[in-house]
């Protein structure tokens, strides 16, 4: 039995080894197999791409949304920008690759070496050493890519402003990020070559108007060429903004503003749409879209004129006789006056030791509230204003939406100021009187004007200004919309509006009314007149005054009066007569847009 078992033996050891040797076998032929075709069938392919070709992961910026006015007509667009930027990890020599495209190009030599040598920066990332480069710079690139490693051309978008400086301060301006908010910035996802929304509906819907940047992995030859895209990530367009705006009266209102330093705010009285809202000066931000010069742009910062600051908006301003609006309203209501309440204007009234004069020095005689409206009579608003006390001022000034911020989607809003009766110990009787007629402590802006005007037109609904109509994602699905807001009810009954109504249409339509450079033929216009006062030349004599110290010039209205379609508000700084500057500029607009 031991010598048959001895036998076996062999005979299964055998078996096995042979098994394993043929699987050793199958595998060395797969192996042989996968190699004799890299090598040799595939062996020039991939040989020239370990010599020639390497990886590049290029990041992709996401086109930035556009911005619409309410018709569909374009305010911010993207358009192709091209930029030399360089990879220094693909660069040999960096020294040489310097001073060539240096020599090349005209660029600085030592400016473009301190960029691709600096040691914070990821030397697979590009560096920007160009943008909005030209087409013949593009061409001697091209040209020259063999003695440039590293260095190619790429497109980017880039912000394009069609309208150039038209609705500046409605719409902003895009630009690098300032290294103060970098830090801030990184960690929500953005990247060092990232512009940003600065000011405007850029600034302050930034995030939203970004989109999502992609990337894209290439093959690239020495030349940096590309042969084959490995894979993509593709961008997300960002969200697109549609405004309440009419681009052809910002049009109007912008060419009327033209070479004057002050604001026009127009708005629709049936809903508080935002048709137009102009500054001036103003800048086209089409030249921030491309590097700027520090000191270019410190100038433009630093002019006495104040080209970015949004007067309509931020500018706080004594509202002189638009005030009166105000006072008529809150005297008719508390009952001090009546339609046939009349006060004798003999162009003075002393109180005390004090005169208080009108600007007609001569007097407007016998004048009721509706006259007194039309002809600015200040005499009858001084007594109105000691009949009403501060108290009652205030109150209604505050419920008229003056003093408080109306929420427009604008940085920067100012508050104005409303004087109170806990703002001082005791008020004199002098400084309530310069109250009635607009003049002393209480600021305004011109847009808390121009709301409370289409409130009067449309008979007491103060809304609440609406600028932005909707945002829509890149398909068009709506993501946030904006709706229409009432704001406040004006603090006065309907009788009360028809007087106030009444006179502010006997403003521009009577003779002796103080706007009657505002009027049209063919349509009814209601305005009030006003002229605010810097220093205390209350009638006349403004000859002498300097420039800078001279009057503002305002205008507020509507048309057409029976079914207002539209409420403005002009002011000219140092333009000193509503009546005489403003107003003719009011004409202007109403009669284009309305005809």
């Known amino acids: 039995m031991l010598s048959l078992n001895s036998e076996k033996e062999p005979t299964v050891f055998e078996h096995r080894i042979r098994t394993v040797m043929w699987v050793v076998i199958i595998l060395f032929l797969v192996l042989a197999g996968r190699l004799w075709q890299k090598q040799i069938i595939q062996g020039e392919h991939f040989a020239g791409l370990a010599e020639r070709n390497s990886i590049r992961l290029v990041n992709l910026r996401a086109p930035r949304g556009t911005i619409y006015d309410r018709d ?25 690759a310097a001073k060539r495209v240096s020599e090349l190009l005209g660029f600085d030599e030592e400016n473009v070496l301190k960029k691709i040598e600096a ?12 943008t909005g480069v030209s087409l013949q710079e ?55 070559d990232h512009v940003i929304g600065k000011d405007g509906i850029e600034g302050l819907f930034d995030t939203l108007l970004q989109g999502e940047d992609g990337a894209r992995e290439i093959l690239v030859n020495i030349m ?27 049009e109007i209102v912008e060419r009327n503003l033209k070479g004057k330093r002050g604001a026009i705010v127009a708005i629709d009285p049936r809903n508080g749409d935002i048709l137009a809202l102009a500054s001036s000066p103003a800048i086209d931000p089409n030249i921030f879209t491309l590097p700027l010069e520090e000191r270019k742009f410190a100038a433009i910062k630093g002019d006495p004129a104040r080209p970015f600051f949004n007067r309509a908006i931020s500018g706080v301003y004594p509202p002189g006789s638009t005030f009166k609006i105000i006072m008529a309203m809150a005297g008719l209501e508390k009952g001090v006056i009546d339609d046939e309440t009349y006060f004798h204007c003999h162009g003075v009234i002393r109180r005390g030791r004090a005169s208080f004069f009108c600007w007609n020095k001569d007097g407007h005689g016998r004048v009721n509230v509706t006259r007194a409206l039309a002809a600015s009579c200040n005499i009858f608003f001084y007594e109105v204003a000691a009949l009403l006390g501060i108290e009652n001022i205030e109150y209604f000034a505050s419920r008229s939406g003056l003093g408080d911020l109306t929420g427009i989607n604008l940085p920067r809003e100012a508050r104005g100021n409303i004087p109170a009766q806990e703002q001082r110990e005791r008020w004199f009787l002098g400084d309530i009187l310069h109250l009635g007629i607009g003049q002393g402590e209480i600021l305004v802006t011109p847009l808390q004007m121009t709301a409370l005007t289409a409130a009067v037109a449309n008979r007491g609904i103060l809304y609440r200004p609406r600028l932005v109509r909707e945002i829509t994602s890149p398909q068009g699905k709506v993501i946030e919309s904006f709706p229409v807001e009432p704001w406040k009810q004006l603090p006065a009954s309907e009788g009360t509006l028809n007087l106030v109504r009444y006179g502010m ?39 002498g005054i300097p420039f800078e110290l001279r009057p503002h010039a305002w205008f507020v209205g509507f048309a057409p009066f029976e079914n207002p379609e539209i409420a403005l508000t002009i002011i000219i700084e140092h333009g000193e007569s509503g009546g005489r500057v403003a107003a003719p500029i009011a004409r202007k607009i109403f009669k284009e847009f309305l005809q």
């Open 72 to 96: 569909g007509a374009i305010l911010a667009q993207n358009a192709p920008l091209f930029r030399i930027v360089a990879i220094p990890h693909e660069m040999t020599d960096k020294r040489r």
């Open 119 to 130: 040691r914070h920066l990821n030397p697979f990332s590009p560096v920007l050493l160009a």
């Open 138 to 192: 593009i061409t001697v690139t091209k040209e020259h890519q063999r003695e440039l490693p590293g260095i190619f051309v790429e497109t980017v978008p880039r912000r394009d402003y069609p309208h150039g400086d038209l609705a500046f301060h409605i719409i902003g301006y895009v630009g690098k990020i300032p290294d103060v908010r970098w830090i801030e910035l990184r960690e929500i996802g953005y990247r060092i």
């Open 224 to 250: 940096g060429e590309r042969i084959e895209i490995l894979s993509e990530r593709e961008t997300i367009r960002g969200n697109d903004i549609t405004l309440t705006i009419d681009l052809r009266l910002q």
């Open 505 to 543: 249409w006997k403003t521009v339509n009577e003779i002796g009314g103080t706007g009657r450079r505002a009027a049209l033929t063919e349509i009814e216009v209601a305005g009030k007149t006003g002229t605010a006062q810097i220093i205390g030349a209350e009638f006349g004599g403004e000859e």
